[in-house]
């Protein structure tokens, strides 16, 4: 299957660039484009046609759930996955009456993130797979409440059990094994950039095996601002 293309909607930056990260560690996923307000992202969303949108709630112009119900009244259909710290029970009965496919709570485990965006793929293969004759009942039920687990919150931030066994397609163990060496004998974090200049990768290659490493637990992440007010994210081996 393609990339999906997905549509991030969230009013802080710097979180919206770690789902980024998530996203392309994960594979699989196409970013297409950032919002930070409610009609940025509806106006995105209508020019792009995303496939997947993950929304946050609380936006500076307009409630999560309006940009959702606009989302579902337009004539493209669109899969939505909504990360937010909201917990109101109106909130999320408005929410899963609007149809979203998953709603994670924050703060939440990077893995919670992943596995909920694992099975949104598994879903679509399934489904693409069937798609030529009619579904069963297993299929529909599936695709109607496609998972059914406590909230990701309850999942304990951590390294997985095998979190570095099985790469993704596009990681390879020796570049790896490189990253995490360079990254291990840092006595600061380091940046993307800097790392892809002394391995000899780009940047972005550099960034997916440190946001990989930042989700299985062995690095942590933290924005640092700059005089401009932009983020520029670090990458530190954890001790």
């Known amino acids: 299957m393609s990339a999906i293309r997905t549509l991030i909607i969230d009013d802080d930056v710097a979180v919206a660039g770690i789902h980024h990260g998530f996203l392309l560690a994960r594979g699989g996923f196409d970013v297409v484009a950032m919002a930070h307000t409610g009609q940025q992202g509806l106006d995105l969303a209508a020019e792009l046609g995303p496939e997947l949108v993950l929304l946050d709630i609380h936006l500076p112009d307009m409630s999560g759930l309006d940009v959702l119900q606009r989302l579902r009244g337009r004539r493209r259909p669109v899969d939505v996955l909504v990360i937010t ?4 029970l109106d909130t999320v ?7 979203v496919l998953h709603y994670l709570v924050k703060p939440f485990s990077s893995q919670a993130l992943i596995e909920r965006l ?6 679509r293969e399934e489904l693409a797979s069937g798609a030529a004759g009619p579904l069963d009942q297993a299929s529909i039920d599936r695709l109607v ?3 059914r687990r406590p ?3 309850e999942t304990p931030a951590g390294q997985s059990a095998e979190p570095l066994a099985r790469l993704p397609k596009g990681l390879s ?3 790896l094994d490189a990253v995490i060496e360079a ?5 600061e974090d380091v940046s993307a950039a800097g790392l892809a200049v002394e391995l000899g990768l780009s940047r972005v290659s550099a960034r997916r095996y440190l946001e990989y490493l930042v989700i299985h637990g062995f690095a942590r992440l933290t924005p640092r601002y700059g005089a ?8 530190l081996w954890k001790r």
Do not use: F, H, K
């Not at 710290?85 to 109101?88: K, L, N, T, V």
């Not at 694992?118 to 879903?123: A, F, I």
């Not at 990254?183 to 006595?187: E, K």
């Open 118 to 123: 694992d099975e949104y793929v598994m879903l």
């Open 228 to 235: 401009a007010g932009r983020p520029e994210n670090r990458y």
């Open 85 to 88: 710290a909201s917990r109101e």
């Open 173 to 175: 163990r020796p570049t």
């Open 93 to 99: 009965r408005g929410a899963m009456a609007g149809g």
């Open 183 to 187: 990254l291990r004998a840092s006595p």
């Open 151 to 153: 909230a990701a919150a």
């Open 145 to 147: 409440a496609p998972s």
